[in-house]
């Protein structure tokens, strides 16, 4: 069997202080499983020194030219996982919450034909430790889990997590139409109402190593009204079913 | 009474007229949005002329007076307006990342080549 194209999605803006080991941890790990991920760096127009960590150390990057945001960023990396032909593109998150560790466990549905999408979920395997963040997210989280099966039928527990693994044809969706704001429950949404298949898999993030996360800066009460308003009206709309 | 809104509305209307024609002759407004502000003056200027027209509606749809309605359409006018530039706004959005996407992945391949 041809060995699948697997890319690794790493947005980043202002992580000067975690990107270098996000990305060094994906390398190691490649030589010590024989693993060939592929990774790449989509730069959202740092103001800090990201974009010279990058350049200094020979790490692919994708130099936005101008800030988009976080799903602006992501997209530009599926929409390059389109173009360049992957198999599997993941989303990981460069501030080193996320475990690369876990990625294999993330693919396998996907490999094995079972999933089309799959969720790294914080909160399937209650006896798995590690960060699960705050009480008022966790209820957040709830609420958002809770739109997502009236707007889909389907029930997705960590509605928010950026660690995520799609294969060819959710790569094709992506790159032609991916949200600007609130992008992970507004597409998990999406993704179930068009009929995918979509697993969680149980996995343990870090918290994170530095800086501050854009999370912290999101207003929580206007952000989970946006997120509803929008599950709402996915709700009403009509998708083209995938086969 | 009657009179002095007509007058208001007249000059009001001239002002606005002189003002887009200005725009228009710069070319700052494309000829298409100038036309939109156009037919909308000219209704408010045939409704000022016909003050009776006015004051039918007014007393139709409950308006106490004739300058509440005027201002009532006046907020209906720009609301449209506003939620065209909304629209157009949103799509001028898409059209610039998906620029500033294809434009950075190019630059990145360009930089691979090499």
Redesign the interface.
């Known amino acids: 069997m041809k060995s699948k194209k697997i890319l690794i999605i790493i947005p980043a803006y202002n992580e000067e202080d975690n990107i270098l080991n996000t990305y060094n941890g994906i390398i190691e790990f490649n030589k010590k499983n024989k693993t060939n991920y592929d990774a790449i760096v989509i730069n959202d127009c740092s103001t800090d020194n990201t974009k010279k960590i990058l350049e200094d150390n020979n790490i692919?990057?994708?130099?936005?030219?101008?800030n988009?945001g976080i799903g602006?960023a992501v997209?530009?990396g599926y929409?390059?996982a389109y173009?360049h032909d992957y198999d599997i593109a993941i989303q990981y998150d460069g501030d080193g919450q996320h475990d690369v560790l876990y990625v294999e466990k993330l693919i396998k549905p996907i490999l094995d034909g079972k999933a089309d999408m799959t969720i790294g979920s914080r909160f399937i395997d209650k006896d798995l430790d590690g960060f699960k963040s705050s009480a008022a997210r966790r209820i957040g989280i709830k609420t958002i889990s809770a739109f997502i099966k009236f707007a889909s039928g389907k029930k997705i527990y960590d509605t928010t997590s950026g660690f995520r693994a799609a294969n060819k044809n959710i790569i094709h969706d992506f790159s032609l139409s991916y949200p600007?704001e609130y992008p992970e429950p507004i597409t998990n949404a999406e993704v179930l109402k068009k009929g995918y298949r979509v697993s969680e898999v149980p996995v343990v993030m870090k918290e994170r190593g530095g800086g501050i996360s854009s999370i912290r800066a999101w207003k929580n009460v206007y952000y989970m009204l946006n997120v509803c308003l929008v599950l709402i009206s996915i709700k009403m709309r009509r998708y083209k079913k995938c086969n | 009474m009657q009179l002095k809104l007509t007058l208001t509305l007249i000059i009001f209307s001239l002002v606005l007229i002189f003002f887009i024609s200005l725009l228009l002759n710069k070319g700052r407004i494309p000829v298409k949005y100038a036309l939109i502000w156009y037919l909308s003056i000219l209704v408010i200027l045939i409704l000022s002329f016909f003050p009776g027209v006015f004051a039918f509606f007014a007393k139709l749809f409950g308006f106490q007076l004739v300058s509440n309605m005027v201002i009532m359409l006046l907020i209906g006018i720009l609301f449209i307006l506003v939620i065209v530039l909304n629209i157009m706004v949103a799509g001028q959005k898409k059209k610039t990342t998906l620029l500033i996407q294809e434009i950075s992945i190019l630059e990145y391949e360009r930089r691979n080549d090499k």
């Open positions: 692919p990057h994708i130099d936005l030219i101008h988009l602006g997209q530009t929409k390059y173009k600007i």
